[in-house]
């Protein structure tokens, strides 16, 4: 019978050590797909950010976005856009807020640089997009300026409850560990992808297995009864949710848990 796989991407299909992409994880995400099960990606990131070589390994498609833009078969079948207004309100909360922001949508990525970032992970991830060769743009105020969900960097609680006055508003807030923070429109995480993609086939929750290692993939593991929880992931109360607990993702967790559930 066929089932559906659905990998978070960081610590999960990479390793945790170096973010490479294992080879065994490579292989039995092929194996499993020639022997007639669909292989996705479930990830905050949006689509954009999804690189080449992950695409190269082979799914049968995408959730991006926490739940926001999916892509069935090389179809776009889902996208969850926000209103340049409503980004504008986010935007100016960051500033009276003093956080580093970060603009994601399934075209670009790109910082608040109307000052210098402060946060020591702000500026790694910046970084980390230059040498990617991205194009950010500046002119954030343009009317042709859109976002799909973002994140923080911040260094007090204050500054965390002061842009929650707006956000609460539109998004939903993922505490992605110290003070670092994802947030999600409303009413979408990466369950509500599953459910889509699940719908989309004419599959069941029995059929799907959800890979995961964060407090993002809460959702995903949370949903499904077949839930795999890579041995490096964090916090360690994502444990408690796992049907099936892999070894570390650079200790081949990805080709060891298909293998236990007889996919490849």
Known sequence: MKKIAFFDIDGTLTSELD???????????????????????????????????????GFDGYVCGCGTNIYCDGRDVLYVPQTHSVIMRILEQARKANVDILFESRKEVCFDTSRPLRHPGAVRQYQAFLDRNYTMPEDLENPNFFSDKFVIWYEEPWQLALFREVSDQYFSCIDRGGTFREFVPIGYSKATGIAFVLQYYGLTKDDAYAFGDSNNDLPMLSCLKNSVVMGNASPASLFEKAAYVTANASADGIRLALEHFHFC
């Not at 994880?25 to 020639?34: C, L, N, Q, T």
């Not at 905050?44 to 950010?49: H, I, K, M, S």
């Open 19 to 57: 973010g490479s992409i294992p080879e065994s994880a490579v292989h039995a995400i092929r194996k499993s797909r020639e022997n007639g099960n669909l292989m996705f990606i479930n990830t905050g990131r949006c689509f954009q950010n999804v690189e080449e070589r992950f695409r190269r390994i």
